[in-house]
């Protein structure tokens, strides 16, 4: 069976207690049997805080499909880690390999493929969060470095259908769906220009404002068009795209943003570029 070994553990805390201090207590937990969301995928020390935020919300992980940004280019476009397990420090993470098998057969999108997750940190900076809220959870990781509409839709649809029919024979299940992106990336280090009078964290912000509005507004479609037209450099708005059409075929009809913060607004420092970090919470 294929296993993947942790790529990127300094990124995150390796041990239990360090990782709990990432969570905060929220009023009510969602006890849902779909949970959507969008959470960052930087190293902790900057995403650590939002992406607790969206977690904290999650009291039960049966089975979580992770929707990541395929960073390098390797591998297929859309690319399932269909089997086997995933090596972490909190110890291995199953792949749901009966749900991943059913999706491969209703998407013509989607392709079993590891290549493209050996060397990507997008999935597995969430992995702690989930092994420390469930530790039996399974993974259905999908890297995805295609984003137009109709291929976001199709692997919705596919996703929708398969977590439907899956729900049919496991009606005690819970199911979360994550979409795995950081927002704005401005300043030189990052190929785009921050304007005059204004700072990098201010124009990230500025930015990142009218693609979480369409996130709200549960509006995959515009999402795409915003992020294309206004030249927003939020890494992944397809795995957003997917996660939010996929919510909308499954009932959700609100979203809630729980944090947002650039890496300046975090580190408490000024500098010359900025990453946006965002957590939003959909059922």
């Not at 390098?72 to 291995?92: C, D, H």
Request: hydrophobic share 40%; glycine share 6%.
């Amino acid at each position: 069976m294929p296993l993947r070994k942790a790529y990127c553990s300094q990124w995150y805390p390796e041990t239990l207690d360090e990782i709990k201090k990432y969570f905060t207590n929220p009023s009510l937990k969602s006890k849902k049997q779909f949970f959507f969301a969008l959470a960052p995928h930087a190293g902790w020390i900057y995403s650590g805080k939002i992406a607790g935020k969206v977690y904290s919300q999650i009291s039960q992980a049966d089975t979580v499909i992770i929707l990541g940004t395929n960073h390098t280019g390797l591998g297929t476009p859309t690319s399932l880690f269909s089997e086997g397990e995933w090596e972490m420090p909190l110890g291995p993470i199953k792949i749901a390999s009966e749900f991943s098998l059913e999706l491969l057969q209703n998407s013509k999108e989607i392709k079993a493929d590891t290549e493209a997750h050996l060397y990507e940190h997008a999935i597995e900076v969430q992995i702690p969060f989930l092994q420390a809220i469930s530790p039996n959870a399974k993974i259905v990781p999908i890297e995805m470095r295609d984003y137009r509409l109709e291929v976001c839709k199709e692997i919705a649809w596919s996703l929708a259908k398969t977590l439907a029919e899956t729900i049919k024979k496991n009606p005690d299940q819970n199911f979360c769906v994550i979409s795995s992106s950081d927002m704005t990336h401005c300043g030189q280090n990052y190929g785009q220009e921050v304007p005059k009078k204004i700072s990098a964290s201010g124009f990230a912000e500025k930015q990142d404002r009218m693609a979480i509005e369409e996130i709200l507004q549960i509006n995959p479609e515009n999402l795409l068009k915003v992020v294309e037209e206004q030249n927003i450099t939020m890494c992944g708005a397809g795995p957003t795209a997917v996660m939010l059409e996929t919510a909308k075929l499954l009932g959700a009809k609100n979203a809630e943003l729980l944090g947002y913060a650039t890496s300046s607004d975090l580190t408490g420092k000024k500098s010359e570029f900025a990453v946006g970090y965002a957590g939003v919470m959909i059922q």
